[in-house]
């Protein structure tokens, strides 16, 4: 694996090539501990789509466990019923196939909620555990903070029998939302915050996914984690930074219950340069209307990229280069693009596309009016196995305007009056009239073509230093052609939020890229007409493309995947 770009290898790799979590995974079979199995689960909560932070996390889980001849669990973290909606378990299903994994189980946390209600009793019954009437307001203010040490509520010393009783009675649906919760009882004095009296109990009258209207309390997160990896036997429990100050808590209930011994282990998350990964944002961003939805090729969101023409070969390399650290960082969505732009480079066809709202059309005036042929053009010189494609040529051809200038600078290798180039594939031509309308702007060039310098078969002997792409005229195919790019202008948008002088809850939106999408005509050979949607495509001098599911039998519709070269850090470097 390849640390990240302001990681230390010693953060992301140990001696023999070994990350920090594959390393305490081998020391754990090593020492025969849980008689060397390795159990990992996925646990996403199913209320919005998965991101490439998600992607990262499925990457690892799975990773190790097929590394060393495990399983992983696809269990969702279903014990919010207001925000949780099957569309969206279905939509992570599907993200984890189409990044290439599949899970030994498919579980949900509802699936235990008769087994966690019962180790909510049993914390009851051992005094560790009372039901609490004091409001969210009254049980925040009661809490202290990091320096104050918290005080007791004034129901927490309630008898056991009295705690059973109400706790019964809540999940009977005696009492109205946010009437009582059922807190733990540790330490208020704690200098771990997750130790003052956590709730590990709401009320909460709603229909769950998948459990109906059966329950109307729900465990909290700290409460049902633990115990869900517990009962599934889970043996490395890996979750990132910020559930570090939750360990202890997660241990805790483990001990006091005396189940089997899970054991959580952090990692930093994906924080990737010009987006945001934060889900109340990416909601924000679609609710708003600033992308077109969840799958927008813009967002983050595997759905998104999916669509953008990401592959999953792109989105595991991606992963295992950026490595498993202990530290947060921010990753260069730099090296994101490089690892699509190695793959396409090696498995997609070269073919030619004419994006330009307005083309210059060139006319061959020594070709054969009427006459046609069709020339035989290599797919991709990566691929030796590639082969070649029939491409219609003619008299009318049309090129982009940003291939001819009528009064060049030196070293202009591409069309001008009088000079040559060739057209790929085909021959060489030389500009001999410019035709323009009475606005003065070119629309056609009137040139000569050498019969001679036909690609392949070239015995004119005339060298040129300029070869620019084309289309038919006669058999060019229109197109909608998506210009995508960053989705923020600002390389940090979290962090650059926060300087804005704003009062505004969401100031973030003023950091994006008013450019990051462009639509443009195009004109593209006659074989793209049939191509079938997600299918990618170099278009020559370009970028990387594919065909997006907009696209109908009289509308083809491309999305830029990637360009060639990073020219965004290009022109940031120019600024």
Same mark, same amino acid.
């Given at each position: 694996?390849?640390?990240?770009?302001?990681?230390?290898?010693?953060?992301?790799?140990?001696?023999?090539?070994?990350?920090?979590?594959?390393?305490?995974?081998?020391?754990?079979?090593?020492?025969?501990? &849980?008689?060397?199995?390795?159990?990992?689960?996925?646990?996403?909560?199913?209320?919005?789509?998965?991101?490439?932070?998600?992607?990262?996390?499925?990457?690892?889980?799975?990773?190790?466990?097929?590394?060393?001849?495990?399983?992983?669990?696809?269990?969702?973290?279903?014990?919010?019923?207001?925000?949780?909606?099957?569309?969206?378990?279905?939509?992570?299903?599907?993200?984890?196939?189409?990044?290439?994994?599949?899970?030994?189980?498919?579980?949900?946390?509802?699936?235990?909620?008769? /087994?966690?209600?019962?180790?909510?009793?049993?914390?009851?019954?051992?005094?560790?555990?009372?039901?609490?009437?004091?409001?969210?307001?009254?049980?925040?203010?009661?809490?202290?903070?990091?320096?104050?040490?918290?005080?007791?509520?004034?129901?927490?010393?309630?008898?056991?029998?009295?705690?059973?009783?109400?706790?019964?009675?809540?999940?009977?649906?005696?009492?109205?939302?946010?009437?009582?919760?059922?807190?733990?009882?540790?330490?208020?004095?704690?200098?771990?915050?997750?130790?003052?009296?956590?709730?590990?109990?709401?009320?909460?009258?709603? &229909? &769950?996914?998948?459990?109906?209207?059966?329950? %109307?309390?729900?465990?909290?997160?700290?409460?049902?984690?633990?115990?869900?990896?517990?009962?599934?036997?889970?043996? &490395?429990?890996? %979750?990132?930074?910020?559930?570090?100050?939750?360990?202890?808590?997660?241990?805790?209930?483990?001990? *006091?219950?005396?189940?089997?011994?899970?054991? /959580?282990?952090?990692?930093?998350?994906?924080?990737? !340069?010009?987006?945001?990964?934060?889900?109340?944002?990416?909601?924000?961003?679609?609710?708003?209307?600033?992308?077109?939805?969840?799958?927008?090729?813009?967002?983050?969101?595997?759905?998104?990229?999916?669509?953008?023409?990401? !592959?999953?070969?792109?989105?595991?390399?991606? %992963?295992?280069?950026?490595?498993?650290?202990?530290?947060?960082?921010?990753?260069?969505?730099?090296?994101?693009?490089?690892?699509?732009?190695?793959?396409?480079?090696?498995?997609?066809?070269?073919?030619?596309?004419?994006?330009?709202?307005?083309?210059?059309?060139?006319?061959?005036?020594?070709?054969?009016?009427? *006459?046609?042929?069709?020339?035989?053009?290599?797919?991709?010189?990566?691929?030796?196995?590639?082969?070649?494609?029939?491409?219609?040529?003619?008299?009318?051809?049309?090129?982009?305007?940003?291939?001819?200038?009528?009064?060049?600078?030196?070293?202009?290798?591409?069309?001008?009056?009088?000079?040559?180039?060739?057209?790929?594939?085909?021959?060489?031509?030389?500009?001999?009239?410019?035709?323009?309308?009475?606005?003065?702007?070119?629309?056609?060039?009137?040139? !000569?073509?050498?019969?001679?310098?036909?690609?392949? /078969?070239?015995?004119?002997?005339?060298?040129?230093?300029?070869?620019?792409?084309?289309?038919?005229?006669?058999?060019?195919?229109?197109?909608?052609?998506?210009?995508?790019?960053?989705?923020?202008?600002?390389?940090?948008?979290?962090?650059?939020?926060?300087?804005?002088?704003?009062?505004?809850?969401?100031?973030?939106?003023?950091?994006?890229?008013?450019?990051?999408?462009?639509?443009?005509?195009?004109?593209?050979?006659?074989?793209?007409?049939?191509?079938?949607?997600?299918?990618?495509?170099?278009?020559?001098?370009?970028?990387?493309?594919?065909?997006?599911?907009?696209?109908?039998?009289? *509308?083809?519709?491309?999305?830029?995947?990637?360009?060639?070269?990073?020219?965004?850090?290009?022109?940031?470097?120019?600024?």
């Amino acid at each position: 694996m390849t640390p990240a770009a302001n990681e230390s290898p010693a953060e992301s790799n140990h001696a023999g090539g070994l990350n920090f979590i594959e390393q305490i995974v081998e020391e754990d079979i090593s020492a025969g501990l &849980h008689e060397g199995r390795v159990l990992t689960r996925f646990p996403p909560e199913p209320n919005g789509y998965l991101h490439l932070g998600h992607a990262k996390s499925i990457c690892l889980n799975f990773g190790l466990a097929q590394k060393y001849g495990g399983q992983t669990n696809l269990r969702f973290d279903d014990t919010n019923p207001v925000t949780e909606d099957t569309e969206y378990v279905d939509s992570i299903k599907a993200d984890v196939r189409w990044l290439g994994f599949d899970w030994a189980q498919e579980l949900y946390a509802s699936d235990y909620f008769e /087994q966690l209600y019962q180790f909510a009793e049993a914390l009851i019954q051992k005094g560790l555990a009372y039901v609490d009437d004091s409001t969210s307001a009254e049980i925040a203010a009661l809490k202290g903070s990091p320096t104050v040490p918290g005080q007791n509520s004034p129901y927490r010393d309630r008898s056991v029998a009295e705690n059973l009783e109400l706790f019964r009675q809540m999940r009977a649906g005696t009492y109205p939302d946010g009437a009582k919760v059922l807190r733990a009882k540790i330490d208020m004095a704690s200098p771990n915050m997750h130790f003052r009296d956590p709730i590990i109990y709401r009320i909460k009258h709603a &229909h &769950h996914h998948r459990t109906g209207d059966t329950w %109307c309390i729900y465990p909290m997160y700290d409460f049902a984690h633990g115990q869900s990896d517990s009962i599934e036997k889970i043996t &490395h429990s890996i %979750c990132t930074l910020e559930f570090i100050p939750h360990r202890p808590l997660y241990d805790w209930f483990i001990e *006091q219950l005396d189940i089997f011994p899970s054991k /959580q282990y952090e990692f930093a998350r994906l924080n990737l !340069t010009y987006t945001v990964m934060s889900k109340r944002k990416l909601k924000k961003l679609v609710e708003g209307g600033h992308v077109s939805g969840w799958d927008d090729p813009r967002m983050p969101t595997l759905a998104g990229i999916r669509r953008r023409g990401y !592959t999953p070969d792109s989105l595991r390399e991606f %992963c295992d280069r950026i490595g498993v650290a202990k530290r947060d960082n921010l990753i260069d969505v730099g090296l994101l693009e490089f690892c699509i732009r190695e793959e396409l480079n090696r498995t997609t066809d070269r073919v030619m596309a004419v994006v330009d709202e307005n083309p210059i059309k060139l006319v061959l005036t020594n070709y054969p009016e009427g *006459q046609e042929e069709t020339l035989h053009i290599e797919n991709n010189p990566e691929d030796a196995d590639g082969g070649t494609r029939e491409v219609p040529f003619s008299r009318e051809v049309y090129i982009e305007r940003d291939d001819f200038m009528e009064n060049p600078p030196k070293k202009y290798f591409r069309l001008a009056p009088g000079q040559m180039v060739r057209l790929k594939g085909a021959y060489i031509v030389r500009c001999d009239e410019v035709v323009k309308n009475d606005a003065g702007e070119v629309t056609e060039l009137h040139c !000569t073509y050498i019969p001679e310098s036909k690609s392949g /078969q070239d015995t004119s002997g005339i060298n040129v230093k300029g070869t620019i792409h084309w289309v038919s005229v006669a058999h060019a195919v229109p197109a909608q052609v998506r210009l995508y790019d960053r989705l923020f202008a600002s390389e940090n948008p979290a962090a650059d939020e926060k300087e804005l002088d704003s009062d505004e809850t969401d100031a973030f939106l003023s950091l994006l890229n008013p450019n990051s999408l462009v639509t443009v005509r195009a004109l593209v050979e006659p074989n793209l007409a049939h191509r079938a949607v997600g299918d990618r495509v170099q278009f020559m001098r370009k970028g990387y493309f594919c065909v997006d599911a907009d696209s109908t039998d009289e *509308q083809l519709v491309f999305n830029r995947i990637v360009t060639l070269k990073d020219a965004w850090a290009k022109e940031v470097k120019k600024n």
